[in-house]
């Protein structure tokens, strides 16, 4: 089926991008870049943050946890707020919230009102992150998607490994207050360019205005929080609280989809499911993204534990991984353009399927080389599968649900982020045999390691056989 989108008024010619368009790109890269710092930049501050508030970890933890949590049960709903009231305005709005909040941050006399501020900083991430995707159809012409995406990629890696040594040099120049300030002059300038460059929200009926479904908003609210909550809350393990939360997470969704079903102007339409490139998209994320957040969560304790490595080196080792994907991300987008999504795709899965069990099988006597390996493996071919991703999600739908259409995408990553830290960690942990991984050996964290990347091997085969069974389905809808 091809796609009936209208070309916005400053695309003259699709083979030729204009300033305007240029400049919209680096409105939108800058918009991704500053809502991936958010996360990664404040995490390295937590120590200060402990100091200067007198603080436990498990309190000054939620200065993470609220941005994570703000972005994850609200994604989706400004995805489709957006597609109602005008994707540029929502963005305005969304720009503004993240810097007023960023300085609310800096300036926070206690913790309380520093996490609060978090919070409705990650109100305005989740806008940012939502309608950058959504907005890259009305942007660049169709045939440079896959290039848009790719590079959109790169900004969100480049964000993610930027963080913790940007992070690090403020705290020693500045003091804690700058991870957050910073983003003040960025936030304005962001602003400006967004307010010129972004293409113009089209007419809305007055009817659409009016439907925005509230119901299903605050039941997908409620679930998403409790299902972010009990995957994260107490340091790794599951007691009666985390059973508590996901009963209510899942009564949560029954409702939700009792509730989508019985509205004229759902929040989500159910059939939206039906499409097989869609729902393989969504689950494919979910996936990939437990994958890479095991990288995460267990390459420390394994370059610490198993290879010796002092602080300082094991940042250094993991920095690779998001350097890889920040590189690759670029050149991904432009192979999708000339080879297409589902076969870029694919060749990522099998990319992260082969460096995830080089992961499981490589011995500790490879020593740092046979960790880094594995890993570029693994982000590179990472990088691929988003870009390919993304293009094939948001590519042929309509432009009305190019807002909620990006919430569900970006949805499925962080749900896979959240359930990686938490299952992946758990896998680790049971792998190691022993709770207390500070004090694990040499050998039980090789175990440990062995098990979580065994794990993360099938869960990229399952990934795969999503995508061959999603292409076999989309080949059959006629066109």
Do not use: C
């Not at 806008?127 to 045939?143: F, K, N, R």
């Not at 499911?273 to 957040?293: D, E, R």
């Amino acid at each position: 089926m091809k796609s009936t989108i209208e070309k916005p008024d400053h695309i003259v010619d699709s083979k030729q991008e204009t300033l305007p368009v240029r400049w919209a790109l680096v409105s939108l890269s800058l918009s991704m870049l500053m809502s991936s710092l958010g996360t990664s930049i404040a995490n390295v501050g937590l120590p200060s943050l402990a100091h200067a508030f007198n603080a436990s970890f498990q309190q000054v933890q939620w200065v993470v946890l609220a941005y994570l949590l703000a972005i994850t049960t609200l994604i989706v709903s400004v995805g489709r707020l957006g597609d109602v009231i005008g994707r540029k305005r929502l963005m305005l709005i969304g720009i503004t919230l993240f810097t007023i909040a960023s300085t609310l941050s800096g300036i926070a006399p206690s913790l309380w009102l520093l996490i609060s501020a978090r919070g409705i900083q990650g109100l305005g991430a989740a806008v940012m992150m939502v309608l950058t995707m959504a907005m890259v159809g009305e942007t660049v012409p169709e045939e440079k998607t896959g290039s848009a995406m790719g590079l959109l990629g790169s900004m969100s890696a480049v964000g993610t490994a930027l963080g913790p040594t940007l992070g690090g040099f403020l705290i020693a120049g500045f003091g804690w207050q700058a991870l957050f300030l910073i983003n003040l002059p960025l936030g304005i300038l962001m602003l400006l360019l967004a307010q010129q460059y972004l293409p113009k929200d089209q007419k809305v009926a007055k009817s659409a205005r009016t439907m925005f479904d509230v119901l299903g908003t605050m039941l997908l609210v409620v679930t998403l929080a409790a299902y972010a909550l009990a995957m994260t809350i107490g340091r790794g393990s599951f007691g009666q609280i985390n059973l508590a939360l996901l009963l209510v997470a899942l009564l949560g969704l029954a409702l939700f989809v009792l509730a989508e079903s019985r509205t004229e102007a759902p929040l989500i339409r159910m059939d939206t499911f039906k499409n097989p490139v869609l729902s393989a998209g969504f689950a494919m994320s979910a996936l990939v993204t437990t994958v890479v957040m095991a990288t995460l969560v267990v390459g420390p304790f394994y370059l610490s534990g198993a290879l010796g490595l002092d602080p300082a080196h094991v940042g250094l080792v993991m920095s690779s991984g998001p350097v890889v994907a920040a590189l690759t991300g670029a050149p991904a987008g432009r192979f999708v353009d000339r080879l297409g999504a589902s076969r870029v795709g694919v060749a990522g899965l099998i990319g992260m399927a082969v460096g995830a069990s080089s992961m499981a099988l490589l011995p500790t006597g490879f020593g740092i080389a046979g960790y880094i390996a594995p890993l570029v493996v693994i982000t590179g071919s990472y990088a691929l599968f988003q870009a390919a991703n993304n293009t094939a999600v948001m590519t042929n739908i309509r432009p009305e649900q190019r807002g909620v259409i990006s919430g569900l995408l970006n949805l499925s990553r962080n749900l896979g982020l959240i359930t990686g830290a938490s299952m992946m960690g758990a896998v680790f942990a049971m792998g190691a045999s022993t709770a207390n991984l500070l004090t694990a050996t040499q050998n039980s964290v090789a175990s440990g390691m062995r098990l979580t990347f065994a794990v993360a091997t099938g869960l990229i085969l399952i990934a795969l056989g999503i995508a061959f069974v999603g292409r076999a389905y989309s080949n059959r809808i006629p066109n």
